[in-house]
């Protein structure tokens, strides 16, 4: 009992002091975390559209393999990102293990097919007849596929939150490929691990509630855009 | 007058999943008028409004435009901006009910203060200004098939398609949406293609009629070419199920209305004004057959009738009576046998004044 109410008190101290270290560390969290989920939009949302509104052959399939990329395990994720840009893989020109940018490319794969799969069937959600109905008021084709990006935008803001809140908490694959780097690369899960092996709880609390924190503000946010009520 | 071919297809096959579920040799519309598609669902009705409004690639055929033909991209895209569809479901975005009518408009980059007045003056047609600023999600199903309408008419095409336009609609939201629409089409003088199965909306609307079945059209013609001379025992059926007479209005007073019809007086409910020619409907279920001409009945009209034809219906016998006019009748078939009721007979038949649908005839 004494662990955990020692822990709050310095959690609350970090967190009222703005100590940099941690600030430094949850900023860190949002950028990496943040901008994997940007990523993830443009491709998942694209490429989802384009699945729901193309009829090919083997589409079944490539819907069960998104489906299936919807639980991809973040460990998996770090250890293929490891090895795409070890010093001697087919990336490793690019330098880039053990920094920031790697932990951007393994989060963003495993964002993308989440929000790829709710894309997905969010557009494919909408009355098979919207599609006809907009071409046939005029629109070209990109103009119509905007329309129905928008439409089904209640959906997609909740694929941008899962993919945020996947990321976000994911602490595989970021430890892999970003190394935890004190000051460079580590971020509040990795930073949460660590302190907790090195049986610092107090700090390993404060960590996790800046993290739910952090979690609460950008899902309220995307909430209050998700449920703005439209003029009546 | 002469008036353009607006539309015309020929020789075109639709298939689906290897079906065929369009075959239409030739079928045209003539600039201005109000051509009504009738048959039973799957008939093909509704892939045909498809094809004619170029949303729809016939796997075979051609389709001409104001004389053009629509095979080249630039034919399609042609056809595909004049025309507008109007489907079953209203398919409203979840926006204001001013942006859902703004759409069309904004795709073809108009400028605000004319989209603006397409707007108004579309929301004015069907008389919804009140609800511009109200969220589209919240209307009613009579006001959301109005917006839907007004969508439609804003971008002023040349060509509408209507698709079942007053299916789930309750009767009087359906009656003053059908008046309404006649006015506007009336006075916009937008060719329209309507898919209907309501024999008293065609005639409410449309002047040519095409029946189809099966994804062919089985037979077109004018309303009264298609109602009164049916070609085929199919078209009979499927327009024949009530009796539509054709009258003028000789006396009109409180309500009451004399018509006559041919050379007979039929008494109505109504207050058309004397002279005016009129339509007189009746469902066959509220003529009452008899066997001599009762001597005290409360039904204001009763003809000696001939039996020409006895029709097995269901559970009943469809007659086919000739009073000077021909009356179809239905009748149980124990009330049949029992009146001794055969093709040839003389019998009674007798209908209140109420049971006379009287619509306008041009």
Redesign the interface.
Known sequence: MELIVQGIKKAFELIVSFDPEVMGITWLSLKVSGTATLISLFIGVSIGTAVALTNFRGKRLVISLINTGMGLPPVVVGLFVTIMIWRNGPLGFMEILYTPYAMIIAQAIIATPIVMGISLVAIQNLPPNLRLQILSLGASRSQMVWVLIKEARLPLLAAVMAGFGGVISEVGASIMVGGNIKGYSRVLTTATVMETGKGNFDVAIALGIILLLLAFLVNFLLTQIQQRQHPR | MKSETLIKIENIIVQRGGATVLDISEFHVQSGSIMALIGPNGAGKSTLL?TL?G?LRPQRGQIYFQGQSVDTHAGRTIL??N???V?Q?P?L????VYDNIA??LK??RLRHDDIRKNVQEALDYFGISSLA???A??LSGGEAKRVSLA??FA?KPRLI?LDEAFNSLDPPTRETLIEDLRHILEETKITAVLALHDREETLRLAQDVAVMSGGKIIQSGTTSQIFNQPDSEFVANFVGTETILEGTVKRSNAGLMEISVAGKNIEAVGDFLPGQNVYCCLRPENIIVSKKIPEKISARNVFEAKVQKIIRHGFFYKLMLDCGFTLVAYITMPSCEDLGICEGSTIAASFKATAVHVMRRE
Not at chain 2, 93 to 96: A, E
Request: a positive charge; proline letters at 0%; aromatic letters at 8%.
């Open positions: 498809l409004a949303l595909r901006r025309a507008a569809v489907f479901e398919l975005l979840s926006s204001s759409l069309g795709f073809r600023k109200r969220s999600k919240t969508r439609a971008i398609l």
